[in-house]
């Protein structure tokens, strides 16, 4: 029996039922609900063997038909990668100009006919991780300005970025964002997100943390958000609002930190956006150097979004655009009170879905009132682990009519396997590290009920930099791990 967070007080979630209308593309979503992206891990990464690396597979088209079937107005990818030496982390999906390739086309054109069968709109996020590309994948990635991420964000060391020029922004940003969009379009799907949140490279034009640059790109918060604008204008040049395509962004409502964007500059880059015509801002908030996806005031855990009184704020500024708010909802009437309080149009959920893949079919037709309850609480790495491990179960066999959406993946909240999924998390954690130290990069999908098939979830590569610092940190972790696993 899955455990549920307990609901005092349900409420009706009929609301929730709304279809949402987008200003520019006139497309129409059947409800409130958006699957967040959720980097799916799924791909392969060989730097000496770029054909392999981010090609889609079927596991990626069997776990979207799942949550396309699910009930979502919307459903996200994870981020697709624009770069392929720009990557959010070895295992992304990437669309380039030198990768696009007919059998790749074909499985990007058969997730979004699957996904389309069930009435949901499939839109996929894409990236460019700038400053955050991992050094093993590039020691000098472009960036705003030439700001080095200095924390060991994941165990992970980030090299000294290169300030783009006025000419790089054209050809390195704006012709790949739109080269990628044009195959998506081109594969089927209904749109594209931009991913403009969590510190990436458009977060980090749009950030003053980052944004250092004296130029039109830089200083007020107009400037910051002209990449943007153009990246928008030069992606409608090639597929017209008249062909009923969907442009939105992923944005940070706030940044919790040093020069982090305030929520006053959130609002007016929100307007600049708005003003040109995207279709719909999903807000959320942090970096890698303060991520914010956990309660840190009484008050936000009263009210459950993460975000939401930040969000309100942005909505009230927005004139067309549809918004969405991602971040902390886990019951309906966290949900029902955030639309009806006029904080957010549409609801984003991502953690709690990779086990409950049909959460808002359940929730409307009134079977539960809550999420699955995570035994990981808000911990951001340690459900991100198991939210992988989900998505690759439910990946590994196509979708069914015939049986349950979440058949073969494992219920984090039954203790048996919890204590399981633990003792393999542990393991590949000591893996990851010994690699490490051994200055090897060991990354993927903790091999728990993966159906014999754990290996081919693994990335291996050689060649990692890294620093005494973070050598000496690994060591004494390590310990506490191999400690950890005598105790369990
Ligand atoms: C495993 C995992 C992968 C994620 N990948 C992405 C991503 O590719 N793009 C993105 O914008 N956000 C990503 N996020 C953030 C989620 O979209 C979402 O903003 C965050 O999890 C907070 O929502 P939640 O509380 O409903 O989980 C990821 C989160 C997790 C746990």
Redesign the pocket.
Known sequence: MVKRIVVENPVDPKILGDALTFPTSKKVAKNRFMK????ENLAKWDPTNPAISGAASNLHVNLYEKWAAGGFGIVLT??IMVDQMHL?SPGNTIITKELDLPHRREIWKNLASKAKQHGTLIVA?I?HAGRQTALIVNQHPFSSSDVQLKRDAYGREYGVPIALTEEQIKTEIIEKFVYTSKVLYECGFDGVEL?G??GYLIAQFLSRTTNKRTDKYGGSPQNRARIVTEIYEAIRKEIPESTGFIVGI?LNSVEFQREGLTNEEAIQIAKEIDNVGFDFIEL?GGTYEEMG?SHKKKSTIAREA?FLEFAEKIKLAIKSAVVYL????RTVPGMVKAVECKGTDGI?????ITQDMDFPIKILNGTVQSAVESPFGDD?AS??LA??CQMAQAGLFPYSPDKPLTDGVMDITDEKTLKEFKRAQNEFMQNIIRKMIGKQFYHGIVPYRLNGQGKDFVIEADGLEISLLLRTALCAFLVFLKFQSYMC
Do not use: D, V, W, Y
């Not at 967040?36 to 980097?39: F, I």
């Not at 991602?326 to 909802?329: D, Q």
């Not at 984003?348 to 709690?352: I, N, S």
């Open positions: 967040a992206p959720l980097s994870g981020n959010e996020q990236s991913h949140a969590h992923k959320s996806f993460f991602t971040g902390g909802f984003g959920l991502g953690r709690p951001l459900n991100g939210c992988n």
